[in-house]
């Protein structure tokens, strides 16, 4: 026995120089520590398989890919074919590099392009206070952002206070003890119904600016604020605590007697007047913002509205003790970039028709997109 382990470690000694490939280290192998193409998503290096992967934007050609970064393993060769940053290359088909150190290795380099409704580099925007942390209270309403942000923070998120704070009453406030992720600082956004004189108001909070209140007859809200991504959801925290219809307009009395229901929305969309021209007078403005006033029965159309690029509709009507998370799927009619997103919430889905429960009481906290 001593003498055969003996004989198989003189063999190992003597052709120690000639291991395969599956007991290398990465050290030995001529081969590619970076690899990287401009504008790439993403790239990577398999050495067991001697493979580098790239993935382009969708759309890209992959017949002009200039090489932004590379570095090679210090096992590997000078050669003065070796590649080098600013080199351009084909990959339209598998490319095959033989590089060298004791031997040779033959690298296969792979291009492949991202689908339609992947992101693109940078492209993962989220908005300012999404998470209803930030809040400063102006005369007697409160609005959704900090006191000394920038301006343009102060212009993503409205609610109808600026109108209702004027008649002593806040329809949406920040919540500091029931919040879904506790924590210094954190808050909720609370949106309350609540007849107001002699109107029934929902609490609502929205991207983009509460314009004015229309005598007493409805308001103008602009709805939406630049953007340009596309996600695929939007992930949240809500708990509706919902009361008994009790004021309907005339339209709607059908629904008095009935359990009360909350909705979210989102919209992306690239209204532009002068693009569209199957709106109202002034139903968009210079800033791309659809405004929808209740009092004219202007909303959007969300079934036939051309410039809407991708939609979602979440509904609920179900009494709830604490937080439950969502994730509302958005789905997406058309391949353009958005210029523009409206994420609308109320605690009355018909209160544009001043149809609802008072009482009725939504939480909302730690919005985000998902992509």
């Known amino acids: 026995m001593k003498k055969g382990l003996l004989f198989c470690a003189a063999v190992l000694m003597m052709t120690g120089c000639s291991i395969e490939n599956d007991m290398m280290i990465p050290r030995d ?10 504008g790439q998503l993403s790239s990577s290096i398999n050495t067991a398989k001697l493979t580098v992967s790239v993935t382009m934007p969708y759309g890209v050609s992959l017949d002009q890919l200039e090489i932004s970064k590379i570095k090679y393993t210090d096992a590997t060769k000078f050669q003065e074919t070796l590649m080098a940053r600013g080199s351009v290359l084909d990959l339209r088909d598998t490319n095959r590099v033989t590089l060298h150190a004791f031997r040779d290795f033959t690298w296969k ?3 492949s ?43 993503i998120w ?10 002593g009453r806040n329809t949406t406030e920040p919540e500091e003890t029931f919040v879904a992720v506790p924590g210094p600082g954190k808050k909720a956004a609370k949106l309350s119904s609540q007849y107001i004189v002699m109107k029934f108001g929902s609490g609502n909070i929205f991207t983009g600016e509460f314009c004015k209140l229309i005598g007493m007859s409805g308001a103008d809200m602009a709805w939406g604020v630049p953007f340009t991504g596309r996600p695929k959801s939007l992930h949240g925290y809500f708990c509706y605590q919902p009361k008994t219809i009790d004021y309907a307009d005339d339209s709607h009395k059908d629904m008095l007697g009935k359990t009360d229901i909350g909705q979210i929305q989102i919209v992306l969309a690239d209204w532009d ?15 791309g913002r659809f405004h929808v006033i209740n009092s004219d029965s202007q909303f959007v159309d969300y079934d036939n509205d051309p410039a809407i690029i991708g939609y979602a509709n979440f509904e609920f009507s ?3 003790d604490a937080y439950e998370e969502f994730d509302i799927p958005i789905t997406y009619r058309s391949d353009r970039t958005p210029t523009m997103v409206a994420i609308v919430a109320a605690s009355s889905r018909h209160g544009d028709f001043f149809t609802g429960a008072a009482g009725t009481v939504l939480y909302l906290d730690e919005f985000s997109f998902k992509y």
């Open 158 to 167: 409205a609610t109808a206070n600026k109108g209702t704070a004027s008649l």
């Open 318 to 320: 179900h009494w709830m």
């Open 113 to 155: 392009n991202a689908g339609k409704d992947d992101p693109k580099p940078g492209s993962e925007p989220q908005l300012y206070n999404m998470n209803f942390d930030d809040w400063s209270m102006a005369g007697k309403g409160w609005y959704p952002f900090g006191e000394s942000v920038p301006d343009a923070d102060k212009k």
């Open 273 to 287: 007047k002068n693009k569209w021209s199957n709106y109202p007078a002034g139903a968009i403005d210079d800033q």
């Open 109 to 111: 380099l792979i291009a």
């Open 29 to 38: 192998v001529a081969g590619y520590e970076i690899f990287e193409i401009e």
